[in-house]
Structure formats: C-alpha cells, structure tokens
C-alpha cells in the first residue's frame, strides 16, 4: 500500500478545503437536513451506523467523510465528483450518497467506505450470498484480491476484508461497537456546525500549524460545506485544539492567511470559540470554472543555439490563453525579472509569443519560468538555457587521462568550469546522506574564456568512471556535458537455448587493435567462469570468442576489464523471430528457439490499452517455428512476447 507521512501539514487551507471535500463531502436537500444526534444529514447519519469501531483501531489518525452526491450535483463544480470504490467498476450516478473511513498510522489505507443508492456494478459478474448479523448480501472479491464488496438492500459496503463487512453489518444491527461510540472526538466534530450539508473530520494530535514552528496540540479538524447554489459553495474550517491557551492573535491570523489562494466571494470571517477556530468562506465556483478552464502561458523554448552576439535571447511562448503582463511573473536563476525587459511591449502574453532576456544575462543551466498568478493559487513553466553544450572528448584507458575539447559557440567562463569524475552516475537529486563525492576534479580554464577548439585534461579517470563538466558545481544538476569512460572494446554474445552454450566475442572498433587477453574477465552470476581468455589466448583481437558450457536460462552474464569496468552484459534467454499477421489478426512463431508455450505471456498493445494472453492457454507442448496464436483486439499497435515474469523474447508489429 502507499505510505503516507505521518504528521498532516495544515498548510494551504484554502487548497486543503477544496481538495479535502472532493469526492468526499456531504450535500443534503431542505427535507434532508434534520439530524439525528447532531447536524448530520438523516440518511448519512443512518449510513455511519455501518462504521464499526474496528475499521480504526490502533491508528494514529482517523478521517471519516462523507458525500450526499444528489445534493452535490446541484454545484457547478470545475470537477464532477465521484464516489470512492476502490478496484470496483460501478456507475457514478447510481450512488447518492457515501461515507468512509482513512487511516493513517504506518501505513494509509481505506478500511470502508459505505454507499447508498441503486448501486450498479460494472461487469462484475456474479457474487457469493452471505449472511451476517441476520442480514443477507451478495459478497464479490475484486480480481486483484485488493479489497471487497458486500452489496445489501440499497447499500454497498467496500472493505479491505472479509472481517470488517461483517463487522460493517453487526453494527449496524447494534451488535458490535459502533466508531462514533468508540470515538467520542468524532461524533462531536460531526455534530460541531447547524445546518450543513457536508462535512470531513480528522483526528490527529500532531499538527504543525500555518505560520508556527511549533507543535500545537489538536483534537480534530473540520472541513464542512453548503450548497447555497449552482455557483456558491459555503466552506467551514474548524480546528479544535487541545488547549484554548494556543489560540492566539497571531496563530488565528496566520490561519486566515491561509485562504488568500482561494476563489471567495467577499472576505472570510474567522470566529473564536474558547479551543476551537471556525474560519467561513464562500467558495466562488464561477471563477473557479474560469481559472481551470484558462490555459496559463507556458511551455517555454528557446533555440538550441545561441548567438552570443545578439543583444537579447527570445523565448517562444508554447502555449496559452490570452493572459496580461500584470498577472505574470518570470524569475531568472530564482530572481525575479524585470517585467519592462521581458514583456517586450506586450499587454497580454499567449501561444506564438515571444518574451526577451538580455545576452548579458543568459549562461549556462540558467533557469527561467513563467508564473501565473490566479485565484486557485498559481501556475509556473520553465525551462534551462544551455543546459548541454557540446565537447568532444578522448579517453586514454591505459593512462587513466581524459582529453576535453570544448566544441560550442558560446564563450563560457573558465572559473566556472569544473572536471569531476565520479565511480558511478551520480543522482539528480542525490540523498545528501547518501551523496557521492567525485574522486578526481579539474579546472583547467581558470582566468580564462574557453572557446570553440579549446582543449583541457584530466587525469585519473579511471575506466566505467562518469565525467561531468559542471557548472558552477560538480554535481549532476550542474553539469553541461557528460562522458561515459568506457573500457576498451566492446562483446557481442550469442546463446544456444536448447544447448545452455554461450559464446562472448571482444570486438575493437579498430579491427588491428591488439589487448592482452588477461585484461578481460567473463563472470557468471557474479563469479568468474572456469574457462576464460586467458586461458586460451595471450592476446585478443575483433573476432577473438570464448565459449562456456552449461550455462542456464535466466544466467547474469558480464565481462569485466582490468578490476571491474564493465565492457559488456547479457542475461541468457531464448530468441523467437515473432512476425504479425494483419490477414488473420494473429502472431507467429517465424524463427528462432522452440520454448515451452507455459514459459510464454503474450502482452498486446492496442487501442483498448493493454492485455496478456498465457501462450499455454493456446498451445499444448513448444511454440515453435510456424505456430499462430490469434490476436482479439481492434488495431493493435504492438505485440512483445516475454519468457518469464519480465524477459523480453519476441517483437512484431502490424
């Protein structure tokens, strides 16, 4: 399952508020909004009597929600809202209503989520009759065995197991302890507001709140609304601490704060009541529909090549909605830029635009992006300038020294220049408990402006080392060329499938290159075989081939130079010459290794997506050389044949 952090960060309210009740809110009609034993909308209330106590045992945080559909489609929302199935198929509109439980502990997970409506299942087949607390229901297993489903009189229950449907239906019947009774702190939260159609409450003691460095206790939060009307969404946010000394000026106004990326018709109200916090806001949905339906100015190019001669660098504008200037904001390496610079006269910025930078400005892996500030918050592009420029470079293996020729147009400062040479490829974005360090450095341009033809070297670059010329930093972020110091030589492996033969073959670009044979080690499974080059030849030349018995399928095979630069690796597996054929919709075995047909799953891409066929489902024995295995699907794009749970042995397409 996902793994969720355990400590919920209340930052961003105004987005929290949105996302939280998406697909997890409550909306009731007039008749609807009596509650029983608080707020709580009749029918949901009836729902919740389904959540038993064990569905949140033993964690650390408990969120229940709950969604009346009917009433929720009556908002004009940006986004429709969906019901909460797991790997079940139904039909969104059958459902009218839901209530679930998450839990956060070690790990996050779903236990319940309770539907009613008239639930209809999407090709789910037929299900088992079941009978628990005196209550029949049909039970289904989702194909995956991730989750079930127990469908009762107008109620769907989804569990995580067999244990808790049962559980789901005992407490309904009043024969097991209900969560509400379990959690008094729920039960308050969800009776907290009059006259509410929806609401989602959390229970977490550990908090970090918007503005604060410190913990504050908390025993809930609540995230309620109202439908006022197609365009109007009235919001609650309440937060319930556990010591009504925390609730000062300062932590009320940086919760307010909080709502200032959040589309509002008028000003939120904040209300202090002893240890709880309500802020209200009314939620604009009009211009929530016009801020998702704007296509912000992005996706940003520039040419590969720049001219250092020119007075600006222009950058195309790839996409976008008409936008003004004012609204955006562009940073160059993290700094904001001048807007009388880069607009370039425009009032409005939008797809087939250009913006400028001035050339004195741009260099190497220079970041540039484009912000649009809106209602919902913000949307950014970006993109690097010269972030690899062109070197050539030519390694010495037996001197261990590595020649840079710097073969670009645009000058570039020798001070920030750097060689590094590192064991491996370093990280992007390495754990900085875990980062490697480079273990041979260079600047050889220092006090100097490198140009086109200007050479540099190395030493110490040792054979399967990465070489990164960095930028104003060795590190891979930094880097605007890259070198991969390879080994001499190069092998090409063949394998007889029903023989276990394998035979490795060195082969040198320059056919006359002659290496003594004891530099070349081949290794299966990680240990050296018993037979190698050495043994055989003194030296090796292109063509020079060593060949090992009894060795398996599946077989991890490298061949090593010197200590343990890797020239060259294969894992042995049958070969098929796998042809397609468009007349009879079907592939063919056209050549290669006859292989167990149990061995073989056939995966086909198409324009349904994807889907596997088990080649023993088709053919009895081998699948060998001219048997077909029919194809049912429309338009297929490619068809790969694996041998095993990931070995790709066969390729055709139509």
């Known amino acids: 399952m996902p793994q969720c952090p355990r400590r919920t960060l209340l930052g961003g309210i105004g987005t929290t508020i949105t996302v939280a009740l998406a697909g997890n809110t409550v909306t009731a009609t007039d008749a609807d909004s009596t509650a029983e034993g608080g707020s709580a909308p009749r029918e949901l209330g009836a729902l919740q009597e389904y959540l038993p106590a064990s569905a949140a045992s033993d964690e650390d945080s408990i969120v229940l929600s709950a969604?009346?559909?009917?009433?929720?489609?009556?908002?004009?929302?940006?986004?429709?809202?969906?019901?909460?199935?797991?790997?079940f198929e139904i039909e969104p509109e059958s459902v009218s209503k839901q209530v679930s439980v998450t839990t956060y502990g070690d790990e996050y997970t779903r236990p319940i989520t309770v539907l009613a409506g008239d639930i209809q299942f999407v090709d789910e087949g037929d299900g088992e009759t079941r009978e628990a607390a005196g209550v029949e229901y049909e039970y289904y297993e989702a194909d995956d065995g991730d989750g079930v489903a127990a469908v009762g009189d107008g109620v769907v229950v989804f569990a995580t197991d067999s244990g808790t449907v049962e559980d789901a239906f005992a407490a309904d019947a009043g024969e097991t302890d209900r969560l509400l009774d379990a959690e008094p702190l729920l039960e308050e939260a969800t009776g907290l507001y009059d006259d509410i159609d929806g609401y989602s409450v959390q229970l977490n003691d550990e908090y970090r709140v918007p503005g604060s460095d410190d913990d504050v206790e908390v025993d809930y939060v609540v995230r309620a609304m109202t439908v006022l009307g197609p365009d109007t969404i009235e919001m609650k946010y309440g937060i319930a601490f556990g010591d009504e000394s925390d609730v000062t000026d300062e932590l009320v106004e940086s919760i307010e704060s909080e709502l200032a990326y959040q589309a509002t018709k008028g000003d939120p109200t904040t209300e202090v009541d002893g240890d709880l916090v309500t802020v209200t806001a009314e939620r604009d949905l009009a211009a929530e529909r016009r801020v998702r339906e704007h296509d912000s100015p992005g996706f940003l190019r520039a040419d590969r090549d720049v001219d250092p001669d020119d007075d600006s660098l222009e950058i195309e504008i790839g996409r976008g909605d008409p936008t003004p200037v004012e609204d955006l904001t562009l940073e160059v390496g993290d700094e904001e830029y001048d807007r009388e610079i880069w607009a370039d006269g425009h009032g409005t910025l939008e797809e087939g635009d250009t913006i400028a930078i001035d050339m004195d400005d741009v260099e190497p892996n220079l970041s540039i992006s484009l912000t649009h500030d809106h209602e919902l918050g913000s949307s950014s592009s970006g993109t690097t300038i010269l972030s690899r420029l062109r070197f050539e470079y030519d390694y010495d293996p037996d001197a261990e020294t590595l020649t840079v020729e710097y073969a670009d147009e645009f000058p570039l400062d020798g001070d920030s220049v750097t060689l590094a040479a590192y064991d491996e490829r370093p990280a992007y974005r390495p754990d900085p408990d875990e980062g490697s360090d480079p273990h041979a450095t260079a600047q050889p341009w220092t006090d100097e402006t490198v140009s086109k033809g200007d050479q540099a070297t190395v030493d110490g670059v040792r054979a399967g080392d990465t070489v990164l010329v960095g930028w104003d930093g060795t590190s891979q972020q930094d880097s605007i060329g890259t070198f991969r110091a390879r080994p001499p030589g190069r092998v090409r492996f063949e394998y007889g499938y029903e023989s276990e033969t394998l035979s490795a073959t060195i082969e040198f670009e320059d056919d006359g290159e002659t290496r003594p044979a004891d530099e070349y080690e081949l290794l299966v499974d990680d240990e050296p075989t018993d037979t190698q080059w050495a043994d055989e030849y003194e030296t090796v030349t292109s063509g020079t081939t060593l060949e090992v018995d009894d060795v398996p399928v599946g077989t991890d095979v490298t061949v090593v130079w010197g200590d343990d630069a890797r020239v060259g690796s294969t894992q042995t597996h049958p070969s098929i010459d796998l042809a397609f054929d468009e007349d009879e919709a079907a592939i063919e075995?056209?050549?290669?290794?006859?292989?167990?047909?149990?061995?073989?799953?056939?995966?086909?891409?198409?324009?349904?997506?994807?889907?596997?066929?088990?080649?023993?489902?088709?053919?009895?024995?081998?699948?060998?050389?001219?048997?077909?295995?029919d194809i049912d699907a429309d338009e297929v794009h490619h068809v790969t044949l694996r041998y095993g749970e990931?070995?790709?042995?066969g390729f055709a397409r139509p």
Not at 79 to 87: K, M
Not at 607 to 614: A, L, W
Not at 619 to 629: L, S, T
Not at 646 to 649: E, G, L
Request: net charge negative; no cysteine.
């Open 646 to 649: 990931r070995r790709i042995v």
């Open 589 to 629: 075995h056209a050549g290669g290794d006859a292989v167990p047909a149990s061995k073989l799953t056939a995966r086909v891409w198409s324009e349904d997506g994807t889907s596997e066929i088990d080649l023993a489902d088709e053919i009895d024995g081998d699948f060998e050389d001219g048997d077909a295995v």
């Open 67 to 87: 969604s009346d559909f009917d009433r929720r489609r009556k908002a004009d929302e940006p986004y429709e809202p969906r019901p909460t199935t797991g790997r």
